[in-house]
């Protein structure tokens, strides 16, 4: 069993960075890691993810969004940069069962709470 907690969230202008932080209770070395976001009133949408040594981003955040892990901390990452007011929404972090190839959101087995990360105009 894994327990993710998020840290991070907070309100931001538009063009502010913030760095979300995800610890996990155990070792997470070989459990593929994302971050996921829900807007109000929308479907949670994926973010970004790390499996391995190969990360993977949603069109919308590519080249301002950079997730990274620490493994010996078992701390995933998500650097966000000159961020948007459509970036608004609660960031979730997930981690698939060990070895597990995760496709899409129903393949990831563990979920944190949640941070709020809000952009003003």
């Known amino acids: 069993q894994v327990q993710l907690v998020e840290s991070g969230g907070g309100l931001v202008q538009a063009g502010g960075s913030l760095r979300l932080s995800c610890v996990a209770s155990?070792?997470?070395?070989?459990?593929?890691m994302a971050w996921f976001r829900q807007a109000p009133g929308k479907e949670r949408e994926f973010v970004a993810g790390?499996?391995?040594?190969?990360?993977y981003y949603a069109e919308s955040v590519k080249g301002r969004f950079t997730i990274s892990r620490d493994n010996a901390k078992n701390t995933v990452y998500l650097q966000m940069n000159d961020l948007k007011p459509e970036d608004t929404a609660v960031y979730y972090c997930a981690a698939a069962a060990p070895l597990r190839a995760p496709n899409t959101a129903d393949d990831y087995d563990y979920w944190g709470q949640g941070t709020q990360v809000t952009v003003s105009s």
């Open positions: 790390n499996r391995w040594s190969s990360t």
């Open positions: 155990g070792r997470t070395l070989t459990n593929a």
